[in-house]
């Protein structure tokens, strides 16, 4: 049973930087596309960023394009998403999911592994 832990969320003020990683155990997701969603308090589940599996492709959602970057690195089965210039908007909770294609990225239910999600905290 493959299972995905964030990690490197935490509490930044407006215009600071945070990396989030995932981890893989149990399995590896080499071969699959890789995405982080956020929760934000009362808000429905959102589309971040995804990267495929060679790391040649990747997609962002508009309001975060140019301010964070997702990453992976095959050897250790981790992927990345740093993310700089944060704003309070960006509080939420952040997961990270797995999929086997890189398509249909924008949706939570296409997506086969979850972790249990880090949070986000910007103030301002």
């Known amino acids: 049973q493959v299972h995905l832990v964030e990690s490197g969320g935490g509490l930044v003020q407006a215009g600071g930087s945070l990396r989030l990683t995932c981890t893989t155990s149990?399995?590896?997701?080499?071969?699959?596309?890789m995405g982080w969603f956020r929760q934000a308090p009362g808000k429905e589940q959102e589309f971040v960023a995804a990267?495929?599996?060679?790391?040649?492709?990747?997609e962002y959602l508009s309001t975060v394009k140019g301010r964070f970057t997702i990453s992976r690195d095959g050897a250790k089965d981790t992927v990345f998403l740093q993310m700089n210039r944060l704003e309070p908007e960006d509080t939420a909770v952040y997961y990270c999911?797995?999929?086997?294609?890189?398509?249909?990225?924008?949706?939570?239910?296409?997506?086969?592994?979850w972790g249990r999600g880090t949070r986000v905290t910007v103030s301002s």
């Open positions: 999911a797995g999929k086997r294609s890189f398509s249909d990225l924008y949706t939570s239910d296409a997506y086969n592994y």
């Open positions: 149990g399995g590896t997701l080499n071969l699959y596309t």
């Open positions: 990267i495929n599996w060679s790391g040649g492709s990747t």
